[in-house]
């Protein structure tokens, strides 16, 4: 959080994710979610007791290759999953996965899509405030601040603000 002042007012700049709220839990639930979608449609379980580093390989993998790093394609994530499932190293999966598609992963397409469209529907869920966030922010707000949010590369002010985080 960084303060400023703008004509007398105190303004504060909050980031959002992970600062307000746990945006890495909902991603972790959406991967672990998305990883048994892909384990019932293959048919193998992971082995790894650690099921989201498990996931989370091959996710990195996939950001180390897209263009468009960690925003890629949710679909290429429940591929490369599978191809991981039936043995390929991480980077070797994500490599398939943005190669080949879904045409020898062994998943329906139609499948693949209804898996993506659960994941993103998952990860656009507003989190839970973190412990101590709403009297935090209530302190700012009754001292005058005026509180900017600051989200994925947007800014929000109190109207902008989802009504989950709102005092």
């Known amino acids: 959080m960084t303060e400023e002042?703008?004509?007398?007012?105190?303004?504060?700049?909050?980031?959002?994710?992970?600062?307000?709220?746990?945006?890495?839990?909902?991603?972790?639930?959406?991967?672990?979610?998305?990883?048994?979608?892909?384990?019932?449609?293959?048919?193998?379980?992971?082995?790894r007791s650690d099921r989201l580093s498990f996931v989370r390989g091959v996710d990195q993998a996939l950001a180390e290759q897209h263009h468009l790093g960690?925003?890629?394609?949710?679909?290429?994530?429940?591929?490369?999953?599978?191809f991981a499932l039936r043995g390929d190293e991480a980077g070797t999966a994500a490599k398939r996965a943005w190669a080949e598609r879904s045409?020898?992963?062994?998943?329906?397409?139609?499948?693949?899509?209804?898996?993506?469209?659960?994941?993103?529907?998952?990860?656009?869920?507003?989190?839970?405030?973190?412990?101590?966030?709403r009297n935090g922010l209530q302190r700012l707000f009754d001292g005058g601040v005026l509180i900017l949010v600051l989200e994925r590369d947007e800014i929000y002010g109190s109207r902008g603000i989802p009504k989950s985080a709102m005092i």
């Open 5 to 47: 002042e703008h004509d007398g007012r105190r303004i504060a700049f909050v980031d959002a994710d992970n600062t307000l709220w746990d945006t890495d839990g909902v991603f972790a639930v959406a991967q672990l979610n998305l990883l048994e979608s892909i384990e019932r449609a293959v048919g193998h379980s992971t082995a």
């Open 70 to 82: 960690l925003r890629y394609p949710p679909r290429l994530l429940a591929i490369g999953i599978a």
């Open 103 to 133: 045409t020898s992963s062994g998943i329906d397409p139609s499948l693949v899509e209804q898996i993506e469209r659960e994941f993103v529907q998952y990860i656009r869920r507003m989190p839970d405030l973190l412990p101590g966030v």
